[in-house]
Structure formats: C-alpha cells, structure tokens
C-alpha cells in the first residue's frame, strides 16, 4: 500500500473494493457511455463481481482510493486466466507473429495489463501512472517473473491509446476483433 497526496494505492481486498471496481466498471463500458462520452475513454468489455475476485488472485487489481471513493483501477493478469477472453485471445496469437528485441512475444514471460479505469471526476490527476507504478511495484514484491507488460487500445479509443504510450509503452503491432482495430502495446519492465 502506498499514499500520495491523500489518494491511497492497494490490492483490491474487500467486498466493498470488489463491489465499488464492478460498479465504477459498468458505468464506463461501450453500452453504458453516451457518444459523446466515448471520447473521454471506455472499457471494451467487462468482468462478472466473481471474476473480479479471480483476476485479482490470478495477479492484482490495483485500486486508488481517496477516502471511501474509488479513484480507479487497475487489473494485471496472466495469458492464462484470459484463455476464455475471445478479445485477449485474439490478442494473444499476436504473440507468436510479432518480433521484438530479437524473440518472438512468446517467448517472454509476460502479463496483461488492463483494463485500467480512472472514475469521471478523478481524470486528469496523474492516477493513471500512479496506479501502473503501484502494480509494477507490487510484482516485483510478489517476485512474479513477468518481464513485458501487454496491453491493447481500441482504435476508436485514443485516450487509452495516449495515455499508454505517455508511459512508456510503445505500439508493436495490430489486430482485428469483432470488425474493429486494436493496437498491441508493450512495455519492457527490465527498461524502467
């Protein structure tokens, strides 16, 4: 757990934290958003209350809290948990296409990152990199081995997209999902 100017980084725990990322969640998912609000950024899919708590005890749900509220969130996952994702699937078998730093993706021990939500009145504080920062902090603690954080943005999505590579993860390749674009991001945690 970690503290910065009165917003508190930890592990998602309780039922409370679970029940408030579902909400914060299904209020910023594609359904949910009006046109209008796409612009500001959306999640492309969704996680049940159930497979919240398994993603967070497959690796982490990093979660920012300003008192009660929930700032945001920040999910970190294996390949494996994502094998009944059709979207990260079809991420995934990018992974044996794509060469970086002279090996295929494949190759290296890696985790998924994301989704990443920050709630409508907190944007614009640097949460975002605050909550990466706490997630990396809390896998080298949890001596976990993955050295590539993977990572995808819609295409429809440039705020995602923006505020990935503002912290250092670069675009390695593209896919195609249900008619529309993705990006691959990668970042390199043996480079930061």
Avoid at 153 to 178: D, H, M, T, V
Wanted: one cysteine or more.
């Amino acid at each position: 757990m970690s503290q910065n100017n009165g917003l508190v980084f930890r592990r998602a725990e309780t039922a409370d934290d679970f029940q408030k990322i579902f909400e914060l969640q299904n209020q910023n998912t594609v359904a949910a958003l009006s046109k209008n609000d796409l612009k500001e950024g959306f999640l492309s899919g969704s996680f049940t209350l159930e497979q919240l708590r398994a993603v967070n005890d497959n690796i982490c749900i990093m979660s920012c809290f300003a008192g009660w509220d929930l700032c945001g969130y920040h999910v970190a996952s294996t390949p494996e948990f994502n094998k009944t994702s059709p979207l990260l699937m079809q991420m995934m078998q990018q992974c044996n296409k794509i060469n970086y730093k002279g090996k295929t993706l494949s190759e290296y021990d890696c985790f998924i990152a994301g989704p990443t939500c920050i709630a409508k009145e907190y944007r614009g504080q640097n949460i975002y990199p605050q909550l990466i920062a706490s997630s990396f902090d809390f896998l080298k603690n949890t001596r976990n081995l993955a050295r590539l954080r993977l990572s995808f943005a819609s295409e429809l999505n440039p705020r995602s997209l923006n505020a990935q590579q503002k912290n250092g993860c670069e675009i390695i390749g593209e896919f195609e999902f249900n008619a529309h674009k993705f990006m691959l991001l990668c970042l390199d945690l043996e480079d930061i």
